[in-house]
């Protein structure tokens, strides 16, 4: 047999067995005709591109782990709050979640770096036991060496620092040096997340960290959409890349739930067993008169949590359905549920960037914006700078707040985190943030679609057609 019959071969073999491979994998129909029909078209990209793209390769083993190592917080959480009915509601969430509600004595809204910065700084700078610090970008600029300074002083002062960079976020600082060589330098300890690496070769695209923590001596913390870095100063004109956002600071039951949630990547990343156990010290009283519950969401046993709880928790809107988000290309079951709610006569408003980060994301979206209009679902568009908060508001009690996207990439390839609240207080401050930002925005109408040439039109459905991937 000569040489090139067996590439051939080989080449032929490798197209089908990456084809059988997504036929016997992929959940979602489409996605696996998608990339059955792309390896075997092209027998030699395809299984490249399915191979650093399209197989899930988070170690189940791994992940038992580090969930193993920890030990069981046995405070009950409560199903029904005392002299507060929140059903159905939060009937959802304990269903996905097989969790009831924690409490949290206060949460805070913070825009942006500005507000959230100095926040998490005084945090840091008054531990006196650990810190507990994840995020998908830590830029090694100026604000990042705030963090270093604050991190490595803990540090001096003997409060045990635990560091979660996420390994492909890390790069996102380019041309900068990455932020794991200031960690290294200051003798701070670091995981990364899935790390990207040439030798082996590990090209982990997807399963990424996209969860944003800080915990502090188990008392408070932070989790939101923002990362650290300057490009979070919104107000600092001179960023080209600057981006408004928003954060939480909470006190109470809930950040047992986030720091344990922190501990679980962490024992992940950093590949070995920690002999600090997981204490909880806060108290879930029956009283309290804000109710949370923390949501994780990833490519392993927590896949499609918070694709469910966005169905179910829509389905309950009775007056209003209110989203904020950067990348919004949600699956056809969200989308049926927001359909279903204005159909109802629900207030369904969708609040997103003008301008994007992500090109592709920008294009795809333009595709499927016109099917709202026709459904009466209102589409508002902000101005510059970039827009990165995520929030849902839902009638007047509840809201869903963390650093999750309604994408894909998101709802399904990364792991991230959720946390619902059912409190009025902030349910109508994130209504009046989201009211300053729709009288500045511009509304989707059909004399904007109609101006759409054909060309734009041909290349934002291409786009679209990457949906499952962007």
């Given at each position: 047999?000569?040489?090139?019959?067996?590439?051939?071969?080989?080449?032929?073999?490798?197209?089908?067995?990456?084809?059988?491979?997504?036929?016997?994998?992929?959940?979602?129909?489409?996605?696996?005709?998608?990339?059955?029909?792309?390896?075997?078209?092209?027998?030699?990209?395809?299984?490249?591109?399915?191979?650093?793209?399209?197989?899930?390769?988070?170690?189940?083993?791994?992940?038992?782990?580090?969930?193993?190592?920890?030990?069981?917080?046995?405070?009950?959480?409560?199903?029904?709050?005392?002299?507060?009915?929140?059903?159905?509601?939060?009937?959802?969430?304990?269903?996905?979640?097989?969790?009831?509600?924690?409490?949290?004595?206060?949460?805070?809204?913070?825009?942006?770096?500005?507000?959230?910065?100095?926040?998490?700084?005084?945090?840091?700078?008054?531990?006196?036991?650990?810190?507990?610090?994840?995020?998908?970008?830590?830029?090694?600029?100026?604000?990042?060496?705030?963090?270093?300074?604050?991190?490595?002083?803990?540090?001096?002062?003997?409060?045990?620092?635990?560091?979660?960079?996420?390994?492909?976020?890390?790069?996102?600082?380019?041309?900068?040096?990455?932020?794991?060589?200031?960690?290294?330098?200051?003798?701070?300890?670091?995981?990364?997340?899935?790390?990207?690496?040439?030798?082996?070769?590990?090209?982990?695209?997807?399963?990424?960290?996209?969860?944003?923590?800080l915990v502090v001596d188990g008392r408070v913390a932070f989790t939101g959409g923002q990362n650290i870095g300057n490009r979070q100063l919104a107000g600092r004109t001179s960023i080209s890349n600057r981006a408004s956002d928003l954060h939480f600071k909470f006190s109470g039951k809930i950040v047992d739930?986030?720091?344990?949630?922190?501990?679980?990547?962490?024992?992940?990343?950093?590949?070995?067993?920690?002999?600090?156990?997981?204490?909880?010290?806060?108290?879930?009283?029956?009283?309290?008169?804000?109710?949370?519950?923390?949501?994780?969401?990833?490519?392993?046993?927590?896949?499609?949590?918070?694709?469910?709880?966005?169905?179910?928790?829509?389905?309950?809107?009775?007056?209003?359905?209110?989203?904020?988000?950067?990348?919004?290309?949600?699956?056809?079951?969200?989308?049926?549920?927001?359909?279903?709610?204005?159909?109802?006569?629900?207030?369904?408003?969708?609040?997103?960037?003008?301008?994007?980060?992500?090109?592709?994301?920008?294009?795809?979206?333009?595709?499927?914006?016109?099917?709202?209009?026709?459904?009466?679902?209102?589409?508002?568009?902000?101005?510059?700078?970039?827009?990165?908060?995520?929030?849902?508001?839902?009638?007047?009690?509840?809201?869903?707040?963390?650093?999750?996207?309604?994408?894909?990439?998101?709802?399904?390839?990364?792991?991230?985190?959720?946390?619902?609240?059912?409190?009025?207080?902030?349910?109508?401050?994130?209504?009046?943030?989201?009211?300053?930002?729709?009288?500045?925005?511009?509304?989707?109408?059909?004399?904007?679609?109609?101006?759409?040439?054909?060309?734009?039109?041909?290349?934002?459905?291409?786009?679209?057609?990457?949906?499952?991937?962007?």
């Open positions: 047999m000569n040489t090139t019959l067996i590439i051939s071969t080989l080449v032929v073999l490798s197209g089908f067995s990456a084809a059988l491979h997504a036929l016997l994998t992929k959940r979602d129909s489409k996605a696996a005709f998608g990339w059955i029909g792309f390896c075997l078209v092209l027998p030699v990209a395809g299984p490249l591109v399915y191979l650093v793209f399209g197989i899930n390769r988070v170690n189940q083993r791994a992940h038992r782990a580090y969930l193993a190592s920890l030990e069981v917080d046995e405070s009950p959480s409560i199903l029904d709050p005392e002299n507060i009915d929140l059903r159905p509601m939060s009937t959802v969430g304990e269903r996905v979640t097989g969790k009831g509600l924690r409490a949290a004595r206060s949460v805070t809204l913070l825009e942006n770096g500005e507000q959230l910065f100095p926040e998490m700084l005084q945090a840091i700078e008054s531990a006196e036991r650990h810190v507990h610090l994840a995020s998908y970008i830590f830029d090694n600029d100026e604000t990042g060496e705030q963090f270093i300074t604050a991190l490595s002083k803990a540090r001096d002062r003997g409060v045990n620092i635990r560091i979660i960079v996420d390994g492909l976020g890390e790069y996102m600082c380019f041309p900068r040096s990455r932020i794991g060589h200031r960690l290294k330098q200051e003798n701070l300890r670091f995981a990364r997340f899935n790390p990207i690496t040439l030798i082996p070769p590990t090209l982990y695209l997807n399963m990424r960290n996209h969860r944003k923590i739930e986030l720091e344990r949630a922190f501990l679980r990547d962490w024992y992940h990343a950093y590949g070995k067993k920690d002999i600090r156990s997981f204490k909880p010290v806060n108290d879930n009283p029956r009283s309290s008169a804000i109710w949370t519950r923390l949501v994780l969401d990833g490519p392993s046993e927590y896949l499609d949590q918070l694709n469910d709880l966005l169905v179910g928790i829509i389905s309950t809107a009775r007056h209003r359905v209110w989203i904020m988000t950067p990348y919004f290309l949600p699956g056809p079951d969200i989308v049926a549920a927001l359909v279903g709610a204005r159909l109802r006569g629900v207030d369904v408003k969708i609040v997103l960037p003008s301008t994007n980060n992500i090109f592709l994301v920008h294009w795809a979206n333009q595709h499927i914006l016109p099917y709202y209009l026709e459904k009466d679902i209102a589409v508002f568009f902000q101005p510059a700078p970039f827009a990165h908060a995520k929030a849902l508001i839902i009638d007047d009690n509840y809201s869903l707040i963390g650093s999750a996207n309604l994408d894909a990439r998101s709802l399904r390839l990364n792991f991230e985190l959720a946390v619902e609240i059912f409190d009025s207080a902030l349910n109508q401050e994130l209504a009046s943030h989201m009211e300053q930002k729709l009288a500045v925005s511009s509304r989707l109408t059909s004399a904007v679609l109609g101006s759409i040439s054909l060309p734009i039109r041909i290349r934002n459905a291409i786009a679209w057609l990457f949906t499952p991937y962007l």
